[in-house]
């Protein structure tokens, strides 16, 4: 699992009828946005049809808006479609010897407890040392987001508690010092199939456990067909200055009167 540090900028803006939607107070605002010049690379994972057609032909036009305020001159960005793999993927990847990560991709929400029966933000260390035969497990990372769960129950007629979860799409690495490396393909099926957490009769839960071997073929498949980043560096002359000294001042005279 990667991380990728985004260049980013606080943008300064003036709301149009402040005093009558938002109060005199609110009148000035910030968005926090990535600044334009930067690359993002990723895969789209799809079986093969119409709507992978669609997507295909969708790329292809090149400009889109992505994200908030995209009226105000937001969230313009350039797609171009780098490779098509059509060669079937093995999620599963291979356990080798000598391997002591593991990587879990949250496939839809869940919602999981501890040992103590408190809420947790991942898989308990002691459930995949149970479940997978592995020692020394130790939670390492993750990224992603925390969603809340709620839900009716019809027999009761009322809505039921709400809870904080895993939001599907989460990714988490875990290591491990050792354990019988030989069945753990078998293992981690059968850990899969039973899912992890609460509700998992309504589908919560459902996980999928990649290698270390997988995550490393993968990115370096990704990396090797993406264009590096691209920094744009953008200078004021001295007119410009005067312009947007003169543009804040005023704003700044009004927020204040």
Known sequence: MYGVTVEKAFQLHVSVNASKIHGQERAMFRYEAILPG????GAVIIEEGSLAEQIKELIKTGSFYLGGSRGSGY????MKLLEEMTTETDYRGRWEKG??????YYLSDAVIYDSYGNLSGHVPV???ETNLGIKNVRYEQGMGKVVSITGYNSVWRAAMPQMTGI?????QRYSFDGGDITQLEEKIQAFQEKGVGERRQEGYGRILILSEGFQQKYWQGIHGICEQPKTVSVSLGDKEKAQAEF???GIYRRCAG
């Open 38 to 41: 930067q690359s993002f690379c």
């Open 75 to 78: 969230g313009k960005v350039r």
């Open 99 to 104: 391997q002591r990560e593991l990587f879990l």
């Open 126 to 128: 002691d459930l995949l």
């Open 167 to 171: 939001k599907a799409g989460t990714v």
């Open 247 to 249: 543009l804040l001042g």
